[in-house]
């Protein structure tokens, strides 16, 4: 019904930046909070950063001030900024979504995740 496809993960050097993509498309009426989530190696999939449809953000410690999280309601996409990045930021970076359907329904849907590697 959704899909949710990110992109621009890539290997870059330590101090180097990124940009994350993550586009939603299908049966969308709207879409409500959408995020990114990093799962490191051998770690749990955590959280990186949320922003709201009215554009509040928050962000997880580890990014503060280096990573921002930006969206475009009308292409229902989403963006990560990532500066300054370490290796420990290396991971599967994941895009989520809060989405309510046309029917009506408010559904949770996942991207398939993009890899990011930061060389020391």
């Known amino acids: 019904q959704v899909q949710l496809v990110e992109s621009g993960g890539e290997l870059v050097q330590a101090g180097g930046s990124l940009r994350l993509s993550c586009a939603a498309s299908?049966?969308?009426?709207?879409?409500?909070?959408m995020a990114w989530y990093r799962r490191a190696p051998g770690k749990q999939r955590d959280l990186v950063a949320r922003?709201?449809?009215?554009?509040?953000?928050n962000y997880g410690e580890s990014v503060k001030g280096r990573f921002t999280i930006a969206r475009d309601n009308a292409k229902n996409t989403v963006y990560l900024q990532m500066s300054s990045l370490k290796p420990e930021d290396t991971g599967v970076y994941y895009c989520?979504?809060?989405?309510?359907?046309?029917?009506?329904?408010?559904?949770?849907?996942w991207g398939q995740g993009t890899q990011v590697t930061v060389s020391a």
């Open positions: 989520k979504a809060d989405v309510v359907i046309l029917s009506g329904r408010l559904s949770e849907y």
């Open positions: 299908g049966m969308i009426f709207s879409i409500n909070d």
């Open positions: 922003i709201t449809r009215d554009g509040s953000t």
